[in-house]
């Protein structure tokens, strides 16, 4: 990984020990950084004890100091002699006022080590992180006080970048992390994508930092991927300059999302334009699907309604036109674990119509056989019960005739085999209709001299 290039940040010298020698070295550790006095108010980078005594007790104590445990220490003492000083860390010793001209290069030296230190810890951290980690930089720092579309528009024109781990690589379908220092912003984000717009505005509007703001970028394909990013700004000066971001893949998810609401979609339309009536209950018996179909058939317009409330609602009778009882209602039936087949129940809808409906329900189960609810097809039969109720009365009128008739009636089929022999037919030949049928006619009528 390059050189570690962090968000500039004040440098912070906690100066502790003899009122004296503090005094004589606060105005001359101002040109290195924030002088603070203890307690520290947050972590600090130098610690300078000025101390006319033995140290070790004061440098002990900063050990415990969270604020002050990871810096660097410089030991300020009176007098030429060297006190006694712990082995470990970073500690040197300035002898006072003798040694004064050496103060800030002191100083800078122990602040260079620190900043090493922490740099290979941070790289260290970044290179196996199981995160992206990365950093953008604008070759043109970019006005905080620009209208944040126009921030926008300036990041993907001049944003580079210039540090990234081997994740973020991978993530990218790259080789190795060089491959991807110098890359321009817009190569790596799809820049006509609104939401990548969204995205950047929002992190312009939250004061350059940003948690869990999802992108589209672009992968060494060509090819789109889904990032969760959490961005913190380097601002100085009233300018952007970058940014530092950790970023995760979540294209798999993405894609799922993607094929589950194409399957949504295309079941939607299945739904919407079936010619059957689609009625689904969830496992508490609330209506949730009720489609174009079931509203034409009843009459009536999607609620959602609880299954005591069925049978007034969509005026559900028996055959001989009384209320259906709610545990005969299919839907309730398959709601309960029962499979229906072929169940006949009337509708009476609003304007007083009645309507002949046949259906099925089934019981519906989750994957681990917890109930979810249940599922109705059914269609509308009004006018084919119609029909075939008038086909049987014509059949049972013509059965009358025939059967009524004087003259022998007799009906074959096309290889000369009786299937019908009305009453008259049985007087005149003797044989009797289940004698008769089966038979062929001239076996029965034609005497065997013949």
């Not at 080789?175 to 790596?188: C, I």
């Not at 169940?343 to 989750?366: C, I, Y």
């Amino acid at each position: 990984m390059p050189d570690v290039i962090r968000p500039v940040r004040p440098t912070f010298i906690l100066l502790i020990g003899d009122r004296t020698l503090t005094a004589a070295l606060g105005a001359r550790l101002a040109a290195l950084g924030t002088v603070v006095n203890e307690p520290a108010p947050r972590p600090v980078d130098l610690v300078v004890v000025a101390e006319s005594g033995d140290p070790r007790e004061r440098i002990a104590q900063l050990a415990a100091d969270p604020a002050a445990a990871a810096a660097a220490i410089l030991v300020v003492s009176a007098g030429d002699e060297i006190p006694a000083l712990p082995e470990a860390g970073s500690i040197e010793h300035l002898a006072w006022p003798r040694e004064a001209a050496l103060l800030e290069r002191r100083c800078r030296a122990l602040l260079d080590v620190n900043a090493r230190r922490s740099d290979e810890q941070f790289r260290w951290l970044v290179e196996r992180a199981t995160e992206a980690v990365w950093c953008a930089e604008l070759a043109v720092p970019c006005p905080v006080t620009l209208p944040a579309v126009d921030q926008v528009a300036w990041f993907l024109r001049h944003g580079r970048i210039t540090q990234a781990n081997q994740t973020m690589a991978a993530m990218c379908g790259l080789a190795r992390a060089d491959d991807l220092l110098g890359l321009p912003l817009a190569n790596l984000l799809v820049a006509d994508d609104p939401r990548n717009h969204a995205f950047l505005s929002a992190f312009v509007v939250a004061g350059y930092r940003l948690i869990d703001a999802e992108s589209i970028e672009r992968d060494a394909n060509g090819g789109p991927r889904w990032f969760l990013n959490s961005l913190i700004g380097n601002v100085t000066g009233g300018l952007v300059r970058g940014a530092w971001g950790t970023s995760r893949d979540i294209t798999a998810i993405r894609l799922v999302d993607q094929r589950l609401t194409q399957s949504e979609d295309r079941l939607r339309l299945v739904v919407e334009h079936s010619a059957d009536a689609i009625v689904m209950a969830d496992d508490d018996g609330v209506i949730r699907v009720f489609n174009p179909a079931a509203e034409r058939m009843h009459g009536a317009a999607f609620r959602e309604v609880a299954s005591p409330d069925w049978v007034a609602t969509f005026g559900l009778e028996d055959l001989a036109g009384e209320p259906l009882a709610r545990t005969a209602v299919p839907l309730w039936r398959a709601l309960h674990g029962e499979t229906v087949e072929q169940a006949r129940w009337v509708v009476r809808r609003p304007d007083g119509t009645r309507r002949m409906l046949v259906g099925s329900a089934t019981p519906l189960t989750r994957a681990d056989g917890a109930r979810a609810g249940a599922i109705l097809l059914c269609r509308d039969v009004t006018e084919q019960d119609a029909t075939e109720r008038a086909l049987r009365e014509r059949i049972a009128h013509t059965r009358t005739i025939i059967d009524s008739a004087l003259d022998a009636v007799v009906t074959i089929d096309a290889g000369e085999h009786i299937v019908d022999w009305n009453p008259q037919a049985e007087l005149n030949f003797g044989w009797t209709t289940a004698e008769a049928v089966g038979h062929q006619l001239p076996e029965l009528i034609i005497p065997p001299r013949y």
